[in-house]
T-cell receptor, first 114, second 110 residues
Framework: AQSVTQLGSHVSVSEGALVLLRCNYSSSVPPYLFWYVQYPNQGLQLLLK??????LVKGINGFEAEFKKSETSFHLTKPSAHMSDAAEYFCAVSPTDSWGKLQFGAGTQVVVTP | DGGITQSPKYLFRKEGQNVTLSCEQNLNHDAMYWYRQDPGQGLRLIYYSQIVNDFQKGDIAEGYSVSREKKESFPLTVTSAQKNPTAFYLC?????????FGQGTRLTVV
């Protein structure tokens, strides 16, 4: 069985401050891990993914995430928040095939204050 | 343009009626997925299909049905057995691990 847990349903950051969104996974085998972003009333857009290559993964819009097997974590960071980063962010896990069960966390709503 | 199309964007139905949500993709992806999104609960997997004429139940399949007769199409029927069908429904297809999402259908049952 596999699952992800996102710590914190809401995060508020100041513009220009560090963004840190936490994700821990549970999986019986090494998984693939993903971060997605969702703007209101829209679908999800892939930010970045870990597929067992480099443990530090860089994505779009200045985001990056580090896979830490010892901590079963895949936290998402961005050094400097921008107003356009206000959205909901989802961590997801799947088996290491390309078409298996893809499961999401509960999401973290990010608010960026001026 | 290639992508995933969900229709309609908004759907209203009376309680007790079945309703079918459309999902079409022209990305030539084998795998397709249906998720339900409720506030504070993230995306919950309803059904997924890895190949034509085959599909598997997700975590909350009760009250829903799907078909996969063509690679491009994966319609979802919300039946009258679904106790609380009002939600935002998202369809996705997947290739090389990456999932691509449609814009969603917001279903309201009155």
């Amino acid at each position: 069985a596999q699952s992800v847990t996102q710590l914190g349903s809401h995060v508020s950051v100041s513009e220009g401050a560090l963004v840190l969104l936490r994700c821990n996974y549970s999986s019986s085998v090494p998984p693939y891990l993903f971060w997605y972003v969702q703007y209101p009333n829209q679908g999800l857009q892939l930010l970045l993914k870990y597929t067992s290559a480099a443990t530090l993964v860089k994505g779009i819009n200045g985001f990056e995430a580090e896979f830490k097997k010892s901590e079963t974590s895949f936290h998402l960071t961005k050094p400097s928040a921008h107003m356009s980063d206000a959205a909901e962010y989802f961590c997801a896990v799947s088996p290491t095939d390309s078409w298996g069960k893809l499961q999401f966390g509960a999401g973290t709503q990010v608010v960026v204050t001026p | 343009d290639g992508g995933i199309t969900q229709s309609p964007k908004y759907l209203f139905r009376k309680e007790g009626q079945n309703v079918t949500l459309s999902c079409e993709q022209n990305l030539n992806h084998d795998a397709m997925y249906w998720y339900r999104q409720d506030p504070g609960q993230g995306l919950r997997l309803i059904y997924y299909s890895q190949i034509v004429n085959d599909f598997q139940k997700g975590d909350i399949a009760e009250g829903y049905s799907v078909s996969r007769e063509k690679k491009e199409s994966f319609p979802l029927t919300v039946t009258s057995a679904q106790k609380n069908p009002t939600a935002f429904y998202l369809c996705a297809s997947r290739f090389a691990g990456d999932a691509f999402f449609g814009q969603g259908t917001r279903l309201t049952v009155v």
